[in-house]
Antibody, heavy 115, light 109 residues
Framework: EVQLVESGGGLVKPGGSLRLSCAAS????????MIWVRQAPGKGLEWVST????????YYADSVKGRFTISRDDSKNSLYLQMNTLRAEDTAVYYC????????WGQGTLVTVSS | QAVVTQEPSLTVSPGGTVTLTCGSS?????????PYWFQQKPGQAPRTLIY???NKHSWTPARFSGSLLGGKAALTLSGAQPEDEAEYYC?????????FGGGTKLTVL
């Protein structure tokens, strides 16, 4: 069974940085593409970034391009999201999801950007 | 990036049938967009109901089905139950990533 546990969320000031982690278990992590999705309070789901198997290709939403960096460490079964130059509008619950033929979701971690 | 549109809200009677749709600003939705449907209840993470247009998971109730309808992806709920009240999101895949629809708040009343 796919299990994903996000961590690293918290309160950060505008302009600050944060690194989210997603620990994967129950599946062969290296064979899955992974994505980050966020959900601002009371709002819908927003795709943030995708990383393929072997990190062959990486995509970002325009809203985070140049500020966020997705990466993975297959030896540690882990996915990461380095978030720099954070803005108030980045406040959201951040979910990681694993994709083979379908998406399996973590429970999310809350990031609050506020002074 | 494409804009993906869903009905903001729909209401269905218990036992009734309702169809949620998912359209794209770039044109007709096809199987090549690999449409997904997710259910999200308050305070919970999303859960995948339908993948690749029509495929169900083992946990997807039989009353849910996915299809292509009139140039859109569609999620049909036949025989609505009170526990189906939730937000439903579609997701489409394109050449540079994926795009979520804005979500449909489904009320069973």
């Amino acid at each position: 069974e796919v299990q994903l546990v996000e961590s690293g969320g918290g309160l950060v000031k505008p302009g600050g940085s944060l690194r989210l982690s997603c620990a994967a278990s129950g599946f062969i992590f290296s064979t899955y593409s992974m994505i980050w999705v966020r959900q601002a309070p009371g709002k819908g789901l927003e795709w943030v970034s995708t990383i393929s198997r072997s990190s062959s290709y990486i995509y970002y939403a325009d809203s985070v391009k140049g500020r966020f960096t997705i990466s993975r460490d297959d030896s540690k079964n882990s996915l990461y999201l380095q978030m720099n130059t954070l803005r108030a509008e980045d406040t959201a619950v951040y979910y990681c999801a694993a994709k083979s033929e379908s998406y399996s979701w973590g429970q999310g971690t809350l990031v609050t950007v506020s002074s | 990036q494409a804009v993906v549109t869903q009905e903001p809200s729909l209401t269905v009677s218990p036992g009734g049938t309702v169809t949620l749709t998912c359209g794209s600003s770039t044109g007709a939705v096809t199987s090549g967009h690999y449409p997904y449907w997710f259910q999200q209840k308050p305070g919970q993470a999303p859960r995948t109901l339908i993948y690749d247009t029509t495929n169900k998971h083992s946990w997807t109730p039989a009353r849910f089905s996915g299809s292509l309808l009139g140039g859109k992806a569609a999620l049909t709920l036949s025989g609505a139950q009170p526990e189906d009240e939730a937000e439903y999101y579609c997701l489409l895949t394109n050449s540079d990533g994926v795009v979520f629809g804005g979500g449909t708040k489904l009320t069973v009343l």
